[in-house]
């Protein structure tokens, strides 16, 4: 059985950091597409940033690249997404989600994933 399960979320002042932490048992994370997503209220779930595949290119939504990064540590099966310069835009719930099976094409997309953690809130105020 899958499962995900993230951590780390809180509430922040902008420009300030946090890490969220995604654990997963059930699946080997170095062998998965392995994402973040975010959903605002009244919004779409938006991809954030991952990892394809069992590659090492990371990538990123373009309203957070250089200030998020996504890393992962195959020793405790856990991706990480560091997040720094917080912004009020950046709050939302953070999902991780995980498959075995994307092309690239879809690999952005929500409804491409089989796997997902329950969410963690992270609240920036301005």
């Known amino acids: 059985q899958v499962q995900l399960v993230e951590s780390g979320g809180g509430l922040v002042q902008a420009g300030d950091s946090l890490r969220l932490s995604c654990s997963a048992s059930?699946?080997?994370?170095?062998?998965?597409?392995m994402s973040w997503f975010r959903q605002a209220p009244g919004k779409e779930r938006e991809f954030v940033a991952g990892?394809?595949?069992?590659?090492?290119?990371?990538y990123y939504e373009d309203s957070v690249k250089g200030r998020f990064t996504i890393s992962r540590d195959n020793a405790k099966n856990t991706v990480f997404l560091e997040m720094n310069s917080l912004k009020s835009e950046d709050t939302a719930i953070y999902y991780c989600?995980?498959?075995?099976?994307?092309?690239?094409?879809?690999?952005?997309?929500?409804?491409?994933?089989?796997?997902w953690g329950q969410g963690t809130q992270v609240t920036v105020s301005s």
């Open positions: 989600a995980a498959d075995s099976s994307l092309i690239l094409s879809t690999f952005r997309s929500a409804g491409a994933y089989d796997y």
């Open positions: 059930g699946l080997t994370v170095a062998s998965y597409s």
């Open positions: 990892f394809f595949r069992r590659g090492n290119n990371k």
